[in-house]
């Protein structure tokens, strides 16, 4: 696996764990991930540099994943 998508995947798995945590339960979707892309894009400061429709055409594909059992 590329290792941004796996820093994505591991960011959505720690923020569902927060939440459970705090007696939420969280799903994947587009405003969750436009809140971990904010929260890379303060580490990763090229992600400010890429393309919005492309980032969010990955975490849609990255939606559509976890919606499917991934």
């Known amino acids: 696996m590329h290792a941004s998508f796996l820093t ?3 960011t959505y798995e720690l923020y569902r764990k927060i939440g459970k945590e705090h007696g939420f339960k ?3 979707n587009r405003k969750l991930f436009n ?3 904010n929260d890379l894009k303060k580490s990763y400061p090229f992600l ?3 393309n ?4 969010q ?3 849609d594909n990255l939606i559509s994943a976890y919606k499917n059992g991934w």
Do not use: R
């Not at 919005?52 to 980032?55: A, E, F, H, I, P």
């Open 8 to 10: 994505i995947k591991t």
């Open 26 to 28: 969280l799903y994947a």
């Open 35 to 37: 809140v971990i892309l």
């Open 48 to 50: 400010k540099e890429a």
């Open 52 to 55: 919005s429709t492309v980032l």
């Open 57 to 59: 055409k990955a975490y």
